[in-house]
C-alpha cells in the first residue's frame, strides 16, 4: 500500500491564515466524558480493591494474567541479566547516554538544587532547605513502542537529586517484556518494577497497595487513560505535568538539506497519529524541496503508515513573511520540541521565549535531545511551555522555608507583623508577635523538677 504524507500548506499572507493555523493547533485531548468517567472507575476501584483490582485490569487490558502482584513484579537478577545480555555496542552506547544525562542533571542541581542561608545584620537566619523526595513512581510507556530512554530520564534526575526509592511501572501487553527497557531500569537504579500500566499503575502509584508502595510524586508520560488519570490523583500525589501528544517545530531559514528536515517532522509524526510536526520557513521555494523530501523519504519509513496520517492530519509546512514572523508564531504555539534549522541560530534563539526545549543549528537534530545530549527529554506539551518546565532534577525535590529570629529581629519585625495582623483582624497573630517585644534577653530554659 501507498502512504502519501501533504502537510497542510499555509501562508500567513492569507487573509484566511488565523482561522486556518488555529484549527491545525485544535486537537481533542480524548478527555472526554467516556474517558473521565472509565478512569474514575479503576481510581475508586484500584483505591478499594488494591491489588486484586489491579491483577483484574492487568489480565483485562494487557492480557498479562498473574496469579498474585508478585508475578507482576520483576527483580533486581533480572534488570541485570538484561543488561548484561545486550550487545556490546548497545551496551556501551546505553550506559554513555546516562552518563551525559546523569552529568547534565548534577550541573542543573549544583545550580540550584542545594540549601542556602544568609543572615540579616540583626543576626536573624533567613534561607531555604531543599530536601529530596522519599518515593517517586515513574511511569514507562509500553504500548506502541518501548521507550528505554525514558527510564533513564526520569530515573537519573530522581538519583541526582537523592530520592531513596524509585518504583518503575510499565506495561507489558501479553508479558513480551523489552529487555532494553529492563537493562535501563538496571542501570538507571530503580528500586522496584511492576509490570502493570494504564490507570491502574496510576491508581496503586497514588493510593499504595498491599504490594505496590504509595509514592510522593508520579513522572513520566503515557496515553489518554493515564494522562486523566494523573490529573485526578494530583493533590493525593505530586505530578510532573499531563503530556499530551509529542510535537516538533522546525525554524528554517533554507539552509539546511531538506532531507535532513523532512527526516525531522518524521521523527515526531513516527510517535503515533495525534503528533505534530510543523515546518516555518520565509522560503517558499525550499518548502517545495522539503514536500519532495517528504514524498521520497516516506515509502522507506517502517512507521510510514503513522507518519503519514500524523502529517496529513496535523502537520503544516508554513510560509511565513521573514524569520522575525516565524519566531512570532513560535512563541504562539509554545512547541515540545523547536529545532532553530539556521546558519546563524543565535541570531534568532533571543527572539524565543516558549519552547520545551530549544535545539540549535542544523546538526543539532531534535533525536539527539531525545536519547543521549543529556538534558531531559521529558517536556511540556500542548503550549504548557508558556508556564512550566523540562522534568528536572527540581521535580524530585521539596523546599522548606528557614526561619531563625534573633532577640533584635523580634523587635524589628514584631510591630510590623502585629500592625499587618491588627489589620486582618487577626488578633492572636498579633499578640503572639507583641509577645516577642516584651523579652529584654534570649528565653529561658524552665528547671527541671528534682
Known amino acids: 500500500m501507498n502512504f502519501v504524507a501533504t502537510p497542510v500548506r499555509l501562508s500567513t499572507s492569507s487573509t484566511t491564515f488565523e482561522a486556518e493555523f488555529k484549527a491545525r493547533l485544535h486537537w481533542s485531548a480524548q478527555t472526554d466524558r467516556d474517558i473521565e468517567q472509565r478512569v474514575a472507575d479503576i481510581l475508586a476501584d484500584v483505591q478499594q480493591r488494591g491489588d486484586a483490582a489491579v491483577l483484574d485490569y492487568t489480565a483485562r487490558f494487557d492480557g498479562l494474567h498473574a496469579s498474585n502482584m508478585a508475578g507482576l513484579e520483576l527483580s533486581q537478577a533480572e534488570l541485570k541479566a538484561a543488561f548484561d545480555g545486550l550487545p556490546d555496542d548497545l551496551r556501551r552506547a546505553l550506559s554513555a547516554a546516562a552518563q551525559r544525562i546523569e552529568s547534565y542533571h548534577l550541573a542543573q542541581r549544583r545550580a540550584g538544587g542545594e540549601s542556602w542561608s544568609y543572615q540579616d545584620a ?23 513502542a518501548a ?3 525514558s527510564v533513564l530520564m526520569s530515573a537519573i534526575p530522581a538519583h541526582v537529586a537523592g530520592v531513596a526509592e524509585i518504583i518503575m511501572v510499565v506495561p507489558t501487553p501479553k508479558g513480551e ?26 491508581a496503586a502509584l497514588a493510593y499504595g497497595t498491599a504490594t505496590v508502595p504509595r509514592v510522593d510524586k508520579i513522572t513520566g508520560p503515557g496515553n489518554a487513560y493515564v494522562a486523566c488519570a494523573k490529573k485526578r490523583v494530583f493533590g493525593v500525589v505530586g505530578i510532573d505535568m499531563i503530556a499530551g501528544p509529542s510535537e516538533i517545530l522546525v525554524l528554517a531559514d533554507g539552509s539546511t538539506p531538506p532531507d535532513w528536515v523532512a527526516m525531522d517532522l518524521f521523527s515526531q509524526a513516527e510517535h503515533d497519529e495525534l503528533a505534530q510536526s510543523i515546518l516555518l520557513c520565509p522560503d517558499a521555494d525550499y518548502i517545495d524541496l522539503v514536500q519532495a523530501s517528504i514524498d521520497r523519504l516516506l515509502p522507506d519509513m517502517p512507521r510510514r503508515q503513522i507518519i503519514a496520517q500524523s502529517l496529513n492530519d496535523r502537520g503544516a509546512l508554513i510560509l511565513t513573511r521573514s524569520m522575525e514572523e516565524a519566531c512570532a508564531i513560535s512563541n504562539q504555539i509554545a512547541p515540545e520540541h523547536l529545532e532553530v534549522s539556521s546558519q546563524d541560530p543565535h541570531r534568532w534563539e533571543p527572539l524565543l521565549k516558549h519552547a520545551g526545549a530549544l535545539f540549535l543549528g542544523a546538526y543539532t537534530s531534535e533525536s539527539l535531545g531525545d536519547y543521549c545530549a543529556g538534558p531531559n527529554h521529558v517536556l511540556p506539551t500542548s503550549g504548557t511551555a508558556r508556564f512550566s518546565s523540562p522534568l528536572g532534577v527540581y521535580d524530585f525535590q521539596k523546599r522548606s522555608s528557614l526561619i531563625e529570629v534573633s532577640l533584635a529581629g ?15 483582624g487577626l488578633q492572636a497573630h498579633a499578640m503572639s508577635a507583641r509577645m516577642r517585644l516584651q523579652s529584654a534577653s534570649q528565653p529561658r530554659t524552665r528547671a527541671r523538677r528534682s
Open 122 to 144: 540583626d543576626g536573624t537566619l533567613l534561607g531555604q532547605k531543599v530536601t529530596p523526595l522519599d518515593r517517586v513512581g515513574i511511569y514507562v510507556p509500553g504500548g506502541k
Open 147 to 149: 521507550y528505554p530512554s
Open 177 to 202: 517484556k523489552n529487555q532494553l527497557v529492563l537493562a535501563a531500569a538496571h542501570l538507571a537504579g530503580v528500586t522496584r518494577v511492576f509490570t502493570i500500566g494504564g490507570a491502574q499503575a496510576v
Open 410 to 424: 523580634a523587635q524589628t519585625l514584631g510591630p510590623m507583623a502585629a500592625l499587618l495582623a491588627d489589620g486582618e
